[in-house]
Antibody
Framework: RLEQSGGGLVQPGGSLRLSCEAS????????MNWVRHIPGKGLKWISYIDSTGLTKYYEDSVKGRFTVSRDGAKNSVYLQMTSLRADDTAVYYC?????????WGQGDLVTVSS | EIVLTQSPATLSLSPGESATLSCRAS??????LAWYQQKPGQAPRLLVY???SRAPDIPARFSGSGSGTDFTLTISSLEPEDFAIYYC?????????FGQGTTVDMK
């Protein structure tokens, strides 16, 4: 499974780092993704990292503010979020896979508010 | 950005009935179309990927079809646990995008 942590309440302009740790299997060889859900507004795919860590994609609204990374030794993937805005408030999910994205974390609520 | 438009917005049906959900893309996504189910407070659950391949442990009553710009998810006989929101999603071009969702609720 994928265990997520790091979410919480942060002020506008602040930073948070979300973590996604795999248990029971190795993340090596898997593409990984971050998707966020704003209730009533649907789902948005915000970042992707390939199995090597060399290819990374970001959705336009987070480009330049969010950074995805992975650590094989810790069997984890991270989403570093900076310059957070109110409209970044959402539940963030990490998800494993490329064509078949069948394993998802439990979700992590990020609230950006003063 | 590829826009996915789902119809209808809401489908009101009874258990045992079949459901047909549609997804139209603003440009061709070839076969790179997936379907997810989401219930309140839960992560999305992959049902179908690459248009018609069922994900592991997904019951056979879920099936996907289509190509290019027009896709369909069919649920052949609704079970009580199938009442949820369904999203289509493309991964033909970055940014990968979701449709706005179809809610299947109980009549």
């Amino acid at each position: 499974r994928l265990e997520q942590s790091g979410g919480g309440l942060v002020q506008p302009g602040g930073s948070l780092r979300l973590s996604c740790e795999a248990s029971g299997f190795s993340l090596r060889g898997f593409e990984m993704n971050w998707v966020r859900h704003i209730p009533g507004k649907g789902l948005k795919w915000i970042s992707y990292i390939d199995s090597t860590g060399l290819t990374k994609y970001y959705e336009d609204s987070v480009k330049g503010r969010f950074t995805v990374s992975r650590d094989g030794a810790k069997n984890s993937v991270y989403l570093q979020m900076t310059s957070l805005r109110a409209d970044d408030t959402a539940v963030y999910y990490c998800a494993r896979g490329g064509l078949e994205v069948a394993l998802w974390g439990q979700g992590d609520l990020v609230t950006v508010s003063s | 950005e590829i826009v996915l438009t789902q119809s209808p917005a809401t489908l009101s049906l009874s258990p045992g009935e079949s459901a047909t959900l549609s997804c139209r893309a603003s440009q061709s996504v070839y076969s790179y179309l997936a379907w997810y189910q989401q219930k309140p407070g839960q992560a999305p659950r992959l049902l179908v990927y690459h248009t018609s391949s069922r994900a592991p442990d997904i019951p056979a009553r879920f099936s996907g079809s289509g190509s290019g710009t027009d896709f369909t998810l069919t649920i052949s006989s609704l079970e009580p646990e199938d009442f949820a929101i369904y999203y289509c999603q493309q991964r033909a071009n970055w940014p990968w995008t979701f449709g706005q969702g179809t809610t299947v609720d109980m009549k």
